[in-house]
């Protein structure tokens, strides 16, 4: 069974827009969640942490929170941008350690039209 | 300069051919995985490496083998590869820090088999 979910599974926005990206999760114990970018046919990129209860970080445009005790994340990006069409993965680790699991979200598509 | 290198980035492969992903950094860390990514699906661990010669295998081990013999270098082996090994494969290494693991990722390599 999927343990990240995320929604929604694609989305169209105009250039200058904002949107929000949604992560929720079942793993436990949920040690830290991370937000990664994937351009089309590249690797995935890391946006930004979310470690401890009601987190709350901020890169450039994007911003994101964390509510453990909902088991739920939102990437928030501002006036978006051409160059913000990609994938957005949510990844939820289990421990703070190399023994921990990583679970990976499937990943919302994010399309920016001009 | 933090990167990580896959070879090859494209590989075509007939049913009961063996394949070779190769996968190297430049950060000396000591953890590094092999991931697989299908549409629609979160990534799924292959295998993972603590250090040279210290692997074990991850959630979907079956058909694949690794071999870790320089903590620069992680490779994946397809022995007589399968047209549903057909996928993008990821190379992740990683450190950890109080953020919880922080992935360097590859560009992926992707394989079809027929």
């Known amino acids: 069974k999927t343990q990240v979910e995320q929604s929604p599974q694609s989305l169209v926005v105009r250039q200058g827009e904002n949107c929000v990206l949604q992560?929720?999760?079942?793993?436990?114990?949920?040690?830290?969640l991370r937000w990664f970018k994937q351009d089309t046919g590249k690797g995935l990129v890391s946006l930004t942490v979310?470690?401890?209860?009601?987190d709350k970080t901020s890169n450039g445009r994007y911003s994101a929170t964390l509510d453990k005790d909902a088991k739920h994340s939102t990437l928030h990006i501002t006036a978006t941008l051409l160059d913000d069409t990609a994938t957005y993965i949510c990844?939820?680790?289990?421990?703070?350690?190399?023994?921990?699991?990583?679970?990976f979200g499937a990943g919302t598509q994010l399309i920016v039209i001009p | 300069d933090m990167k990580v290198t896959q070879m090859p980035r494209y590989l075509i492969k007939r049913m009961g051919e063996n394949v070779l992903l190769e996968c190297g950094q430049d950060?000396?860390?000591?953890?590094m995985y092999w991931y697989r990514q299908d549409p629609g699906l979160g990534l799924q661990l292959i295998y993972i490496?603590?250090?040279?010669?210290?692997?074990s295998e991850g959630d979907i081990p079956k058909g694949y083998r690794v071999s870790r013999k320089k903590r620069e270098h992680f490779s994946l082996i397809l022995d007589s590869a399968k047209t549903n090994q057909t996928s993008v494969y990821f190379c992740?290494?990683?450190?950890?820090?109080?953020?919880?693991?922080?992935?360097?990722f590859g560009e992926g390599s992707r394989l079809i088999v027929v």
């Open positions: 992740a290494s990683s450190f950890w820090d109080r953020a919880g693991n922080t992935l360097y």
């Open positions: 992560c929720n999760y079942s793993v436990t114990p949920d040690n830290h």
């Open positions: 979310l470690v401890h209860e009601n």
């Open positions: 990844v939820v680790g289990d421990r703070g350690s190399a023994l921990g699991r990583l679970h």
């Open positions: 950060m000396s860390h000591e953890t």
């Open positions: 490496s603590y250090d040279v010669d210290s692997n």
